[in-house]
DNA sequence: GGCGGTTACCCAATGCTGGGGTATTCGTTG
DNA sequence: CAACGAATACCCCAGCATTGGGTAACCGCC
């Protein structure tokens, strides 16, 4: 019965996808719709209430509070939910955005049943449901730069200035001299033609050096 | 004919493995393989002969060089391929690692049949193939901690910091004055019980705070 | 033998850092 | 309304870090 299904929340507030996906979600044995609401403010006043196992979430929501913000609110009150994005969009930064604010799981509005339903089940089993696109985006968000100027001491040294290390905190960890350290900076400013540590690490991360 | 079909290049040492993955491969009307070596060092020499549109790349693998440094040098001589380690752990430092080197799928030696050819496909057509953990683990990997102890504001500066601002440069870019700066970023360390920039960073990154 | 990479040192001026305080304003919430 | 947390701002001070300018030795590899 009941019991053992799976409870989904839908945040939508288009009435017609909002209905198409509480038929679909409730067509299915393992999961069944327990509320269905037009804005998130809504939805987390009753969270108790509801207690849901998945939380499918739009990000282009009406009222102050957007899919982001109130994802990250909804894992703040019911932390045991999966959250599933449903966007129009595959724009790169709402995307990272999103999984950030603490989504599990990003599908597009035009899923179909199949899509929607393979999505819960695969979030069910611990698995991140998204599309071909998105999984590459995100590997692709951890590749370091092959093509890097810098050599493998500059790049460990880089590595240590971005986690705030001192000059002194660098020779001791690498066993070599202050002005050792000193002269591998100055390289590595010279390389990224920068001069101070932050534009360094700023440099490092937009360039994924490290 | 074989113009069309993607060229497929096998790293592993085990020759039973390696030969039932060739006749895998090559039974895909999309696929053939181009190669298969038992090193890394071996596969390198002929990357320019052998020209892979896809590497099976196996981690665990004899000599000097692993698979996750293979995928390095292998990326930096021949980018155009896309990599996809195979491997028996599903450890999280090793995915994370082999990620960074630059592979865009994720496989274990179990793979059967259908699996094998099925990543292939999935990596032709721009995505990336990897386990449903190993989806959930890079995802979650995205999280920021909702129980953070700190304020927006405090956040915000914790983020500058890490980003290797001065105090005088958080007050410019954040318009506020010097000492103010001063007195969050000592709030800040308060909270997380550290004393200085490169404690916080290191705390920040662990506690996924930023 | 030359080249790149790593190590090491000199001088000097500037200003950032961290620890110790105190205090005002503002919005929320009880 | 009173209390509280959050954000703002200022004081003092010792000490060390940072950046910029050089020069040079040693090692391994091609």
Redesign the pocket.
């Known amino acids: 019965m009941s019991e053992n299904k799976k409870r989904v929340l839908i945040v939508e507030d288009d009435k017609e996808i909002r209905s198409s996906f509480v038929v679909i979600v409730n067509s299915s044995s393992q999961f069944q719709v327990v509320n269905g609401y037009s804005s998130c403010e809504e939805a987390i006043k009753h969270l108790n209430a509801d207690k849901p196992d998945i939380v499918l979430m739009d990000i282009e929501l009406p009222g102050g509070m957007n899919g982001i913000k109130g994802a990250k609110i909804n894992k703040d009150k019911w932390p045991s939910a999966d959250i599933i994005m449903v966007t129009v969009y595959e724009d790169s930064d709402l995307v990272f955005e999103a999984l950030k604010s603490g989504a599990s799981g990003y599908i597009t509005k035009s899923a179909n049943y199949r899509e929607l339903l393979s999505a819960l089940e695969e979030i069910s089993k611990g698995g991140a449901p998204m599309s071909s696109k998105i999984a590459r985006m995100v590997i692709d968000n951890f590749h370091v730069n092959p093509n890097s100027p810098l ?4 790049t460990e040294i880089l590595q240590l200035i971005s986690e705030g ?5 660098i ?1 001791e960890q ?7 350290s ?6 590595i ?1 010279a390389k990224l033609q920068v ?4 534009e360094a690490i700023a440099k490092a991360n937009s360039e994924k050096l490290i």
């Open positions: 050599t493998k001491r500059e290390k001192t000059y002194t905190q020779s690498l066993f070599i001299s202050k002005e050792t000193k002269t591998h900076i100055k390289n400013y001069n101070c540590k932050s």
